[in-house]
């Protein structure tokens, strides 16, 4: 079975930072692309951050650009995203998911075939 195990969310105040981890299990890890997407309430999931199988060409949407890092440890089958400056409007849950799309394609969330149940990250102001 495979499952995306998404951990290190939690309230914090505006400015502060916070890392998110995606425990991967039941799949061949280095074969997949990652992304982490947001969802706040009300609105409809975004689009926050991806990363190839290799490790390289992170992209980001344009609202965390400079602000929030995405990498992966293949040989722990994990992938994080570190966040920095947080603002209120970064509010939301944050879902880690796994596809074997092309890289064109990673910020559409339709292509992800593997998703992880969410951690909350809220922030203050």
């Known amino acids: 079975q495979v499952q995306l195990v998404e951990s290190g969310g939690g309230l914090v105040q505006a400015g502060d930072s916070l890392r998110l981890s995606c425990a991967a299990s039941?799949?061949?890890?280095?074969?997949?692309?990652m992304g982490w997407f947001r969802q706040a309430p009300g609105k409809e999931r975004e689009f926050v951050a991806a990363?190839?199988?290799?490790?390289?060409?992170?992209r980001y949407a344009d609202s965390v650009e400079g602000r929030f890092a995405i990498s992966r440890d293949n040989a722990k089958n994990t992938v994080y995203l570190q966040m920095i400056s947080l603002r209120p409007e970064d509010t939301a849950v944050y879902y880690c998911?796994?596809?074997?799309?092309?890289?064109?394609?990673?910020?559409?969330?339709?292509?992800?075939?593997?998703w992880g149940q969410g951690t909350q990250v809220a922030v203050s102001s």
């Open positions: 990363i190839r199988w290799s490790g390289g060409s992170p």
């Open positions: 039941g799949l061949t890890f280095s074969s997949y692309n």
């Open positions: 998911a796994a596809t074997t799309a092309n890289w064109s394609v990673v910020v559409q969330s339709v292509v992800y075939e593997y």
